[in-house]
């Protein structure tokens, strides 16, 4: 029978009793045993039967002895009542405190063994069921089995019920008037670990909890919620609220259709601020002065983006509210549409929108000041700056000058003061902004005149400028370093021409003079002193970027492998190396030798910055185009270009650099070492074969920590021009490179066959061309000793001369580059006109690629670079006139 029909018949019985209360139904007692009546029975049985047995003389004694005992039992039970030991098992005499509170429970319990036999059901339960009596009580499986949108609930109940855990469920019960809510729980009657009375070890507990009234105003209010977002979210202006962490955490549908954003976007993970907000407003919102455990208030006039990228025009009431600790809240804005289609016809309303519009968007940073610097109002760039410079945690600066370094404080608070004055036409202001970075900023100052605001007496604009500076300090120092190359190579080339003489002349000397003779080391340490000098001026070329380079394609892995060796024995003992290969490294194109002194003077200035021991560690790896900005050192003076790119990285635990000296590591003869223990020529020599090779050098270093090199080489991508030809059977001359004849694979090889002695002599003519005497003089005195005939020429119109005049029996012509009249180049052009296969080697202290793109393409010529030996230059001759 239904839950609502048993409660009509509740209510009549109700009326039937008159008011009177309804008694709970306990089954539970079982203090007594009907056992013990049956044994007490069968002993007062046995006893008469015993006595009549006896006769009734004989039993007399015994049944006066019986009586007595029983009385005695009788008062001692009496006594023990009295006393409270002992208490008549009458069903008002268990009614203790538990069950009274049980028994008054507004809740219907109701207590079942697992076969579903009510043990006990208080009051409410009876009165819920409309149950009379121990006659009709049912268990709460059997009174809502009837209802069958509660059936399924109570079968997890009941599951519950059987494996002893607790459960709860809210079914809904339909009737004839209306539904009724109700809260079932179910739960064993025993707690675990404590001891159950006896036969009621498996006994659970149901209860009941009417729950309508709840529901009934959960319903009430939720119809009265969604009536009041309904109202808000059709209101005519539109509203959002955002979290602290910058996330929309309601928005109307109001503004939502203004911004055509679909609301189902509003919440956790959804649309955040800056999503809805141009340019920098965000940060202008964050603005708003903090007043700990008080709620704030601004307005501010913004354009919000709507989904397609176009600018909406509002007037934002800004609500924050702030913890007592000052941290903001979430907040409340109300946005007022200031669109042309609200007030079209408003011509001051316009003119509002579009100041706003060119202050908001304005790529300087503007706000007013009173008199002490104190920011009033801001626009988005300016919060924005502030908001990076200022402490964490730090909303709105307190005054202007708080942005920036001490050392820029005095200028700036002066132009403040001056134009509050009434002073314009004010001088900017460079000020170095606060922060471990180094940024600057110009600041314009102007006076302000506005009766609305009295307090505000200037109006600041600031522009950022420390891109600006840091791009005229790489130009200045890409312009320092082009003039000091330029130089170096000057120096170079002038210096080549006299320790040409001066090893040209050693050696004829060294010809002339056997071991034994006196003089002869003398000359040995001419010549030897010598060399040393043009390896520094080697060094001066490769920083100027003009010596002599053989790039072929390498693989860095390989190159970094068979250098380790040397490496370690250049690091020491002390040094740890460690040396990490990217896989599958891309081929670059360099000059091995070159590539291996670059890794070889960062590794030795890497020992000598770590006098204490420490690690080196060479990495490799490839670095793609799109990645390539993000290996850019701060404040170098160029930057890499997005290319495809091979990483060399040079890292130590030295002593680093000091930020001053960073930008001077790379100027010739520049060094921070003793006297006598570096020439400075180490890392300018590194900075010119980089790039000479087309590769880009960094450097990070932080003092106490280390230092990192970061050499980039362009990746080489295989041409058909890479691809070698098959070799000639004779040796010639492409570009300036000899090529060597191949060799015969099927010849038989040779066993031990000693090397044919060397003939350095020759026959032919050779034209000289060389403007500086001395070297001229050398060349010739070499070149006849050896058995050639020798024409010389101080310039290259005097070498067309005597090219006319010889009439074709010029076998070979040796030439310097650089001479005043006609250069060399141009020497070969004229040359080749009347001669097309005359032979050319050219002389010169700068590197060959320096003249070669003033030569016709495929001209074909060999190169000698100064300095250069007596043997060199007749090895170099001999090869091209057999040829």
Do not use: C
Request: hydrophobic content about 45%; proline content about 6%.
């Amino acid at each position: 029978m239904a839950i609502a029909e048993k409660n009509a018949r509740a209510k009549a019985g109700a009326t039937s009793q008159k008011g009177s209360a309804a008694r709970a139904v306990d089954r539970s007692d079982r203090s007594g045993s009907t056992g013990m009546v049956l044994a007490v029975a069968l002993v007062l049985v046995g006893a008469a039967l015993f006595f009549l047995a006896m006769g009734r003389d004989n039993a007399y004694p015994y049944v006066i002895g019986l009586l007595a005992l029983l009385a005695v039992v009788g008062v001692f039970s009496l006594f023990a009542h009295a006393a409270g030991i002992l208490r008549f098992a009458t069903e008002e005499s268990r009614n203790d405190f538990t069950k009274a509170m049980v028994d008054s429970m507004p809740d219907a319990a109701v207590v079942t063994e697992p076969s579903g036999r009510v043990l006990y059901a208080n009051p409410s339960y009876l009165e819920l069921t409309g149950a009379t009596g121990e006659t009709d009580v049912r268990g709460v499986e059997r009174a809502f089995s009837s209802a069958p949108d509660v059936s399924e609930a109570i079968y997890r109940l009941s599951q519950a019920a059987r494996e002893g855990r607790r459960h709860q469920e809210e079914v809904r019960q339909p009737g004839p008037d209306s539904a009724r809510w109700f809260r079932l729980r179910v739960r064993p009657l025993v707690r675990d670990g404590l001891q159950a009375p006896r036969g009621l070890g498996k006994a659970t507990v149901w209860t009941v909890e009417d729950i309508t009234r709840d529901r009934q105003n959960a319903e009430s209010a939720f119809e009265t919620l969604q009536k009041a977002i309904d109202f808000l979210d059709h209101a005519p202006a539109g509203f959002f609220s955002m979290e602290p962490n910058g996330e929309i955490a309601y928005m109307n549908a109001t503004l939502a259709g203004w911004l055509d954003h679909d609301l189902a976007e509003v919440g956790p993970g959804g649309l955040a601020l800056a999503d809805i907000l141009a340019a920098d407003g965000a940060a202008l919102l964050r603005t708003v002065t903090p007043v700990p455990g008080e709620v704030r208030t601004a307005t501010f006039d913004l354009d919000l983006k709507k989904r397609g990228g176009e600018a909406l025009p509002v007037r934002l009431l800004h609500k924050v509210a702030f913890a007592g600790d000052g941290t903001a809240g979430s907040s409340r804005t109300l946005v007022i549409d200031r669109g042309r289609g609200s007030e079209a016809a408003d011509s001051l309303r316009a003119a509002e929108v579009r100041f706003a519009r060119f202050f908001n968007n304005s790529p300087l940073g503007i706000a007013t000041v009173d008199k002490a610097g104190h920011v009033g109002r801001s626009n988005p760039i300016f919060a924005r700056l502030s908001a990076e410079l200022l402490p964490v945690g730090e909303v709105g600066p307190r005054s202007i000058l708080s942005l920036v370094k001490d050392s820029s404080r005095q200028g700036l608070s002066q132009a403040i003061a001056e134009a509050a004055g009434g002073r314009g036409d004010l001088t900017p202001v460079d000020g170095a902004l606060q922060g471990d970075a180094n940024r600057f900023a110009r600041f314009f100052v102007a006076p302000a005149d506005d009766p609305d605001q009295p307090g505000e007496v200037a109006i600041v604009y600031a522009v950022e400028t420390t891109e600006l500076r840091q791009l005229q300090e790489q130009f200045a120092q890409s312009q320092k370093m082009n003039a000091v190359g330029q130089l170096a190579g000057g120096v170079a080339h002038d210096f080549n021409n006299v320790l040409q003489a001066i090893i040209g002349h050693a050696d004829l000397l060294l010809m002339n003079h056997k071991p034994a003779d006196p003089s002869f080391n003398d000359i040995s340490q001419i010549k030897q002193n010598a060399n040393r000098a043009a390896s520094l001026v080697r060094q001066l070329l490769a920083f100027s970027r003009k010596q002599t380079l053989r790039p072929q394609v390498v693989q860095l892995g390989d190159v970094l492998s068979d250098l380790s060796m040397l490496l370690r024995r250049s690091l020491g003992e002390r040094v740890g190396l460690d040396m990490i290969h990217g896989r599958d490294l891309w081929p670059v194109r360099a000059d091995v030798t070159q590539l291996e002194q670059v890794i070889l003077n960062l590794a030795v200035n890497a020992r000598d910055a770590m006098p204490d021991g420490g690690k080196l560690t060479i990495r490799t790896v490839n670095v793609p185009a799109d990645e390539m900005r993000r290996h850019d050192a701060k404040d170098q003076p160029v930057e890499a270009p997005a290319t495809d790119s091979v990483l060399i990285e040079v890292t130590d635990t030295g002593t680093g650099i000091p930020e001053e000296i960073v930008q001077k590591i790379f100027d010739p003869f520049f060094s921070t070492k003793e006297v006598g223990k570096g020439t400075g020529l180490g890392l300018s020599t590194v900075y010119g074969i980089v790039k000479q090779s087309g590769g880009y050098i960094f450097v990070d270093s932080q003092v106490g920590k280390g230092t990192t090199f970061r050499i980039f080489l362009p990746r080489h991508v295989e041409a058909a021009e890479d691809v070698p030809p098959p070799a000639p059977a004779a040796a010639t001359l492409v570009a300036g490179k000899i090529e060597a004849p191949a060799a015969d694979v099927s010849a038989p090889v040779p066993t031990a066959a000693p090397p044919p002695a060397r003939d350095d002599t020759g026959a032919g003519t050779i034209l000289l061309v060389e403007d500086e005497d001395a070297v001229r003089a050398f060349a010739s005195r070499a070149l006849a000793s050896r058995g050639y005939t020798v024409l010389e020429a101080a310039s290259g119109v005097e070498a067309l001369e005597v090219m006319a005049e010889a009439q074709g029996s010029v076998d070979l012509v040796v030439s310097d580059v650089v001479m005043p009249e006609m250069n060399g180049p141009t020497l070969l052009v004229e040359l080749r006109k009347a001669n097309p296969d005359i032979k050319v080697i050219f002389v010169s202290g700068y590197a060959e690629d320096a003249f070669k793109k003033d030569l016709p393409e495929g001209s074909h010529f060999s190169f000698l670079p100064k300095p250069f030996s007596l043997k060199q230059l007749i090895d170099a001759v001999k090869q091209q006139v057999k040829g």
